[in-house]
């Protein structure tokens, strides 16, 4: 392979980790993940001085919190002291936004919407600026209308957390809603993509895009792709290089399989155009590609995407410079690994981290896989996370 990758489990067991985790890095060395523990410690942080090789005794940070709901965001300021977690409670489904200022090791939590029918689902947060003045929160959610009647909403902050504003960004009635990504490119302009199962052909809903350039009072909404009734948009992850370009990655259920797409915009959303990633598979058998995340190292010259081969059970990576011919490799395949992937790269180093499923000490574990990037070829230097964004 091009790619000298090492792979380790976190914690060996100890804790029971599924749907979904956060990775975020500032350096080689420094890691920060947020996760699920869904019998015993509930939502945890914690973080790592070398690269992953060993990490501190995890903080709880919401004991009661769940595991239905599969979305976790965290973000960490260059020093390493303040960090920003947001999660759904699971009693409740407000969005939730935990601080710390003291580099992790305590943490204050508080609802940041508590609307009528709020009932938030996925979520997505991103930060803007390098001190982490303003923060936006995008989320899926039911409306007063009815049960089936879902809603995207935007809520910000401009003070660091201490105060929101709620913003309401679209409405559909064919959801309920699959997932979703906000990224701020400043104050005023948010970009974000959400997906719906099922969709309607030829209707306004599927994967869509929505912008804002006026902080989320007005809104222009692009269908991005939403030829297929059993869902579409699954498990999407988008990288913004400009105001003009974009590029998500996404699933789409085909019944056997599921393919791997890209969607990408040279005119600040107004139009997508799709290509496929991966769509490798054994007819008839069911399975294919989920749980993506992209990004770019070098501004949009080399896009990168992990994600999970389900027929497989294994962890795959795809890289291109020109978005159109893609390099696969495989880059775990221990004990069913893969799912629910968050991906960083620095200049010097790639990290990533995703979900098992197999049996023995580890049935629900976290995994790290990583390169250095001195190790791969010129053509494969490397990316960034989706999860969330942070755009200077």
């Known amino acids: 392979m091009a790619y000298d990758w090492t792979s380790s489990t976190i914690f060996d067991g100890t804790y029971d980790i599924t749907e979904g985790q956060s990775l975020y890095a500032i350096d080689s060395n420094n890691l920060f993940i947020v996760f699920n523990d869904w019998t015993t410690y509930g ?42 977690i947001t999660y759904v409670a699971d009693w409740d489904g407000d969005i939730q936004f935990a601080k710390s200022t003291d580099g992790g090791s305590s943490f204050s ?63 559909t009635i064919v959801g309920p809603n699959n997932d979703i990504q906000v990224v701020a490119l400043n104050a005023n302009t948010i970009y974000i993509v959400a997906g719906s199962v099922p969709s309607l052909p030829g209707s306004d809903w599927g994967l869509s895009f929505s912008k804002t350039t006026d902080k989320g009072d007005n ?24 105001l003009n370009t974009i590029y998500i990655s996404y699933s789409k259920p085909q019944m ?43 501004n949009g010259s080399t896009i990168i995407i992990s994600y999970y081969h389900q027929t497989l059970s294994e962890l795959k990576v795809a890289y291109s410079t020109d978005s159109t011919n893609w390099t696969k ?19 010097n180093y790639i990290f990533i981290i995703h979900d098992t499923e197999g049996g023995g000490v580890c049935g629900h574990c976290m995994r790290l896989t990583k390169a250095a990037i001195s190790s791969l070829p010129i053509s494969s230097i490397l990316m960034y996370k989706f999860r969330p964004v942070v755009l200077k």
Request: net charge negative; proline share 2%; with cysteine.
């Open 256 to 298: 056997a399989p599921t393919i791997l797409y890209l969607a990408k915009s040279t005119d600040g959303g107004s139009s997508f155009a799709i290509s496929t990633i991966d769509d490798a598979y054994t007819p008839g058998v069911e399975g294919g590609f989920w749980f993506s995340s992209i990004g770019s190292p070098d």
């Open 43 to 84: 939502l945890c942080f914690s973080k790592s001085s070398n690269g992953g090789t060993t990490w501190s005794t995890p903080v709880t940070i919401d004991a009661n919190y769940g595991y239905i709901y599969t979305d976790r965001a965290i973000w960490v300021s260059s020093n390493g002291q303040t960090i920003y």
């Open 109 to 171: 939590a508080n609802s940041i919407d508590t609307t009528n029918f709020a009932d938030a689902q996925y979520h997505s947060m991103s930060v803007y600026g390098t001190d982490g003045q303003y923060i936006y929160v995008a989320y899926t959610c039911l409306t007063a209308i009815g049960f089936n009647d879902d809603a995207i909403r935007l809520t910000y902050s401009e003070n660091y957390g201490s105060t929101w504003t709620t913003k309401f960004v679209r409405n």
């Open 329 to 347: 490799e495989i880059v775990d395949t221990t004990n069913y690994c893969g799912e629910w992937t968050s991906l960083v790269c620095l200049t």
């Open 219 to 242: 809104w222009t909404h692009t269908v991005v792709d939403d030829i297929n009734t059993y869902g579409v948009g699954w498990d999407q992850s988008m990288y913004v290089k400009d």
